[in-house]
């Protein structure tokens, strides 16, 4: 439904987009992530038809956006980034605005409208001006004038930015609820976000693609892991740390213990980093022959933040120097 061919975007002599490929089918909802400045906003003009790329394409529904904008931009909703809506405009004419400059046939009109009003839960401020709107329904505005066309791709621009998090679960609950029968291409900075609305991330850092995967698969740690355990000792004698860090150290499929502060009494807390084995029932039987009561076992996953400080940290760091 989208497709992407090798962009560039050259801003004077500033190279935004260094070659920048890639597809996304129909119906998926797809978390477009990377650092400020990226390329994110960049991308997503381009593919709205707003901006011309300096070389590559960007297809929607197998039309150039470029040369067959017309037609192409009948399938594409776009919430571009700040959301600039026109302040003075009644809610409502705004709509009828946009329905009219995307061309929407004339006697849908006030039903395609109505369905977006209805979508979006703006029919309390229809009457009002769009300056007196809060943030929230700001937002709902621009997503009502997105969707008004009833396009079948919607590119969206971190369009939970700025928001409460009330008002940010109740956007994204929106989005989710759009992606059931809209292809969805959106960028944030909230990795939660991704985790909770999308199947696959995309991940862009100074102009190129350094990751493409499943929220999932970008946080399992790829066989290896940690382990936090807080031990008491059974029979109330005192726990000598570097007695139970050594007995630790000897379980199978452990490869490195360290002893870290417990925050309750007459506990001991560790981290242990294990390979490819999971060593959690050795350690079980472990800390029974030590005459240890295991509290707590706990695996803790790499954050969706962990792997994308780690994909786009060597980048940033260039671009600063
Ligand atoms: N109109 C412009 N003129 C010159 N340079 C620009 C222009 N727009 C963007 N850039 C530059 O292009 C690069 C990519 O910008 P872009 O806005 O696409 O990033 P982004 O990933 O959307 O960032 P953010 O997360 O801050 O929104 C940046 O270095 C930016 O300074
Ligand atoms: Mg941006």
Redesign the pocket.
Known sequence: MIRIEGLV?R??T?E??KGLSFDVPKGQVVGFL????????????ILAGSLTPTAGRALVGGLDVATESVAARRLIGYLP?NNPLYEDLMVLDSLRFVAEARQVDKRRRRDRIAAAVERCGLTQVLGKDISQLSKGYRQRVGLAQAIVHDPSVLIL??PTTGLDPNQIVEIRELIRELGREKTVIL?T?ILSEVQSTCSRVLI?AD?RLVADDSPERLTASGGEGTLHAVVASRDGQRLDAGTVTSAFKAVPGVTGVESVASDEADTLGFVLRFGAEDPRRALFDCAVKQGLVLLELRRTQVSLEDTFRKLTGQSAQRKVA
């Not at 990377?34 to 960049?42: I, L, W």
């Open positions: 975007k801003y004077g500033a935004a987009l990377g650092p400020n400045g990226a390329g994110k906003s960049t991308t997503m003009r980034e621009d971190e960028s900075h862009i102009g």
